[in-house]
């Protein structure tokens, strides 16, 4: 049956997603920009590729963006301690850009970091043929079926780290999604679950696979990795003496949730100081949020030294790659995405010792759900809601504090996934 899927999807599956590709790069840019960073791929591979030591082993990681590099980064950490060269591919721009500016960057192991070619098999023997690689490793689902079949066919090594797959997924309730994406599972030599239902649902699609077990989720390792790593940032001296409230990843819809109680809560409380970091820190969005609060001194963040005699009530974040330092000085944190298509990263706060407020979309996010079942966490639906938790903490300040402590201790507590996953992949290996 994988020869037929093969045929299905070379030449009928992959052109038509490379034309759906090619017709949404008119209009996002963000597309656009990953066909643009393609163009040359070949000479650059050629080039960084001649760094390499043959006599090393090569590990190959493969990561869809930048949410996956991370859960990748402490794997490739472990890798590169031991002695391994390394190579990175990605399929998005923001990944590339993510990837490159991670500090892993900098190591000479590293060898390359840069696009994933399009999936057909030309492209695929040639990238195998460049890098040669030991074993390949894949974060979570992006996996490209004409990369594994063609690694499967020559031998090499592949695992699937930090696997998930969630129980309404085509991939499992679609008689043939499931027959095409059970050929591609049973060319992994190992899928690495994030939790024991993971592992069950996996089964479900191979029965017979020899490697399907529960690993954990090396996000956890990555972010304690990143409170260790990441230093704080740079604020001017008054705001170590507030009551800093990070919102983090905020849309307009989580926007108009939180922003009247928050604005109450900065009339009477005069030590209280806001950070917001949009996700999409545009022009338009950092302005509604200037609107609003229009009665309270606000500042954006990179024009805070121009006037350094100014106290703000408001940090406005207008850039882009600090807030995971910035949760570093907070109190309380708020983490948007809860009213759109599903809460952003809350480990990131949690792990920093914060307590974290989040709509009510938020079954995509695990750890999320753990804290809330724990109570170290809060969802809310409506502004009367936000209003009555947010007061609550700001009134019982002892126990937001104590409420943080918790919540970055359960972060920590299921540390360890990155180590047991680096051990299974290297376990062959020479």
Known sequence: ?????????????????????????????????????????????????????????????????????????????????????????????????????????????????????????????????????????????????????????????????????QPRSLRLTSAPARSFYGSIYACLDGILTVSREDEQRFRMTNPDHPDIQVVGDTRFDSVLNRKNRLPQPKLPS?????????????????????????????????????????????????????????DFKIARFTQLEEKPQEQPRIILNDTIGVLASMYHIGKLAYVGGGFTTGVHNVMEPCVMGMPVIFGPIHYNSPEAVDLLQKGFAFTVKEQKEFHQILFQLLQDRESCVTLGKKAAQTIEAQCGAAQQCFQMITKNIQ
Not at 281 to 288: A, D, G, I, S, V
């Open 238 to 294: 008054y705001v170590k003496e507030k009551f800093i409230i990070i919102i983090g990843s905020n849309w307009p819809p989580d926007e108009d949730c939180i922003f009247p109680a928050l604005a109450e809560a900065l009339q009477k409380f005069p030590d209280l100081l806001l950070i917001i970091a949009p996700h999409e820190p545009t022009e338009e969005h950092l302005r509604n949020s200037e609107t609003f609060f229009k």
């Open 1 to 165: 049956m994988t020869q037929v899927w093969q045929v299905i999807y070379t030449w009928i599956g992959l052109p038509l997603l490379l034309g759906i590709f090619h017709l949404f790069s008119l209009k996002e840019k963000k597309i656009r920009d990953s066909l643009a960073g393609r163009e040359g791929l070949w000479a650059r591979l050629d080039e960084q590729i001649i760094q390499r030591n043959i006599q090393r082993p090569l590990i190959w990681f493969h990561v869809v963006s930048a949410g996956e590099y991370l859960q990748a980064e402490p794997v490739i950490e472990r890798c590169l301690e031991k002695g391994f060269d390394c190579a990175v591919t990605l399929s998005s721009i923001s990944g590339y850009k993510w990837a490159k500016r991670s500090p892993l960057s900098d190591n000479d192991q590293l060898i390359v970091i840069d696009y994933l070619p399009f999936d057909f098999p030309f492209n695929i023997r040639r990238i195998l043929a460049i890098f040669q690689p030991s074993v390949i490793v894949y974060t979570k689902f992006d996996l490209w079926p004409n990369l594994i079949w063609i690694a499967h066919q020559q031998g090499i090594p592949q695992y699937l780290i930090s696997a998930t797959l």
